[in-house]
């Protein structure tokens, strides 16, 4: 069976947090003496992944991307 991929599409802030909040919970289980490798798998594969600029619109109050797979 093929492997399910999930697409996460984050702004350049929301990007910055995730990869601090990762390297936080890293130094968090460093002090607790645990094992981090998975941790340090998704930093890399966070900061690596392919950037794609989308064309977002507002319409009537509602959020529409114009984002094709």
Same mark, same amino acid.
């Given at each position: 069976?093929? $492997?399910?991929?999930?697409? !996460? /599409? !984050?702004? *350049?802030? $929301?990007?910055?947090?995730? =990869?601090?909040?990762?390297?936080? !919970?890293?130094?968090?289980? &460093?002090?607790?003496?645990?094992? @981090?490798? /998975? =941790?340090? #798998?998704? =930093?890399?594969?966070? &900061?690596?992944?392919? @950037?794609?600029? &989308?064309? =977002? #619109? /507002?319409?009537?109050?509602? !959020?529409? *991307?114009?984002? *094709?797979?």
């Amino acid at each position: 069976m093929r $492997e399910k991929f999930n697409h !996460l /599409y !984050l702004g *350049s802030h $929301e990007r910055k947090l995730l =990869i601090h909040s990762l390297v936080d !919970l890293k130094n968090q289980l &460093i002090q607790q003496g645990r094992y @981090t490798d /998975y =941790i340090d #798998e998704l =930093i890399f594969k966070v &900061i690596n992944a392919p @950037t794609k600029r &989308i064309k =977002i #619109e /507002y319409v009537q109050g509602k !959020l529409q *991307s114009d984002c *094709s797979d």
